[in-house]
């Protein structure tokens, strides 16, 4: 076995001081949540215990954390649908050139370049002008699929980039209509990229801040509670709230890779089957 290049362990070395600098901060504040009850904010630690994480659970006089947190989920499914759904009709739509496709695209494009505070406010003028209610589920749902929506897009312009026509060719041949076709080949053969979709969308929508400072109204969202938190709470259960708040979004991300591993698996397994009958 011929030895490793110096380089290797340069490059390694490099590698592991990019994980560090990505994950050090995380790390950092998941070790402070299990510090003892007399626990402060800063190193060295006072003792080690779950309190923290107990004391999570109980009634907090300062924030709502579990109904921000509610509240953050249902805004992150509904952002997650819209998007997959925009997305896919958007990506159906760009596989041919319209009047006006190059325009809007740039369009599209466009919002993410904007500075989201800019976007927060705009969303935020533009619903207390017209009179309507500034609030979570509307004017920070609007101003939170302006970051999301592009990014699914973009997906779906590459994903139908690739697409080969024949499958829908043939499922014309053999009689199915475009919807048909849509469902029964289209919609499976690009099932995986839905779920990435799905997964941007609810994650993006989960953590964004900015977008949802001035649009959320009277209710704050989990990312707001926190950052309100911050100048009120002066004990580590924050940091619990942190850890928390980490691992379910590392549980989502496992979830969703999960359904990618038995959608191919299940499109694998046809395919097999598909080839057992045609011998």
Known sequence: MEPRPRSFYLLAAFFGLFLLFLYGPTITIAILSFQGPQGGLTFPMNGTSVYWFKDLFEQQAVGDIWGS???????GFMVMVTTVVVSVMGGLAFRSRFPGSGLLFYLIITSLVIPSILISLGVGLMFSQSGMKVHWAT??????????????LLIMFAVFNRFDKSYEEAARDL?????QTIRHVVLPIIGPSLIGVALFGFTLSYDEFARTL??????????????????????????????????????????????????????????????????
Request: charged letters at 10%; glycine letters at 12%; a positive charge.
């Open 139 to 152: 004017s920070g749902y609007g101003s939170q699929l302006t970051w999301t929506l592009p990014f699914g």
């Open 214 to 279: 001035l649009t959320a109204g009277s209710y704050n969202t989990l990312p707001l509670e926190i950052y309100g938190m911050t100048t009120n709470v002066t004990t580590p259960v924050l940091y619990a709230l942190g850890t928390l708040t980490t691992v379910f979004s590392f549980l989502m991300i496992g979830v969703f890779l999960l359904l990618v591993t038995l959608t191919a698996r299940r499109k694998a397994k046809a395919g097999s089957d598909a080839g057992k009958g045609m011998v």
């Open 69 to 75: 947190f509610r509240r953050s989920f249902a805004l």
């Open 175 to 179: 009689g199915a209509t475009p919807w």
